[in-house]
Nanobody, 112 residues
Framework: QVQLQESGPGLVKPSQTLSLTCTVSGASITTNSYYWIRQPPGQGLEWMGVITASGTTYYSPSLKSRTSISRATSKNQYTLQLNSVTHEDTAVYYC??????WGQGPQVTVSS
């Protein structure tokens, strides 16, 4: 059974960097593609980016300038960094494996 668990702060101040880590169990992050997806309040799901099995990354054009996804294969974890956050980055943030398995999705609020 594949499980994903997001971890990171639930509150980030404007202009700072949002950082979330996804810990994967039951599958290797080197054999599938892993995504970050978010859902702002009252809105639909937004695809943010992906890191493939080979470690190649792709980002949403609207977020590309502020987003970075990396991984630690020894820990079977991958990390999202979103720079220069604003209130519009308040959302539930999900990590997902091939859109088949999802983490619980913590709420991250951007507020001073």
């Amino acid at each position: 059974q594949v499980q994903l668990q997001e971890s990171g702060p639930g509150l980030v101040k404007p202009s700072q960097t949002l950082s979330l880590t996804c810990t994967v169990s039951g599958a290797s992050i080197t054999t599938n593609s892993y995504y970050w997806i978010r859902q702002p309040p009252g809105q639909g799901l937004e695809w943010m980016g992906v890191i493939t099995a080979s470690g190649t990354t792709y980002y949403s054009p609207s977020l590309k300038s502020r987003t970075s996804i990396s991984r630690a294969t020894s820990k079977n974890q991958y990390t999202l960094q979103l720079n220069s956050v604003t209130h519009e980055d308040t959302a539930v943030y999900y990590c997902a494996r091939e859109f088949d398995d999802w983490g619980q999705g913590p709420q991250v609020t951007v507020s001073s």
